[in-house]
Nanobody, 125 residues
Framework: QVQLVESGGGKVQAGGSLRLSCAAS????????LAWFRQAPEKEQEFVAF????????QYADSVKGRFAVSRDNSKNTVDLQLNGLKPEDTGVYHC??????????????????WGQGTQVTVSA
């Protein structure tokens, strides 16, 4: 198992930046693929970004491409999400999630069984 704890959320004006971080503990960090999801009030959870176990492969939702960047530091057991050019529609609770690597998943947005508690991002116009 792996435990995940997010940090770095806050309130910013449109156009601003934030850096979210997720610290993992438990089983070897490199055994997991990681992703970020977000949920806005009264909306369904939305996939944001994915990163492979060694960081060599990433994927982003169309809505954040070119603005957000996901990275991981396997020596520190952390995965970060850099949020640039923030828009009010980016507001929501951001969760990091993990899934074991080495399985034939059909999507980089599914199969995540381990979740952090989330961190709030609020973007004002």
């Amino acid at each position: 198992q792996v435990q995940l704890v997010e940090s770095g959320g806050g309130k910013v004006q449109a156009g601003g930046s934030l850096r979210l971080s997720c610290a993992a503990s438990g089983n070897p960090f490199t055994a997991y693929e990681l992703a970020w999801f977000r949920q806005a009030p009264e909306k369904e959870q939305e996939f944001v970004a994915f990163i492979s176990r060694n960081g060599g492969s990433t994927q982003y939702a169309d809505s954040v491409k070119g603005r957000f960047a996901v990275s991981r530091d396997n020596s520190k057991n952390t995965v970060d999400l850099q949020l640039n050019g923030l828009k009010p529609e980016d507001t929501g609770v951001y969760h990091c999630a993990a899934r074991p690597s080495g399985f034939p998943y059909d999507s980089n947005a599914r199969g995540f069984g381990y979740w952090g508690q989330g961190t709030q991002v609020t973007v004002s116009a």
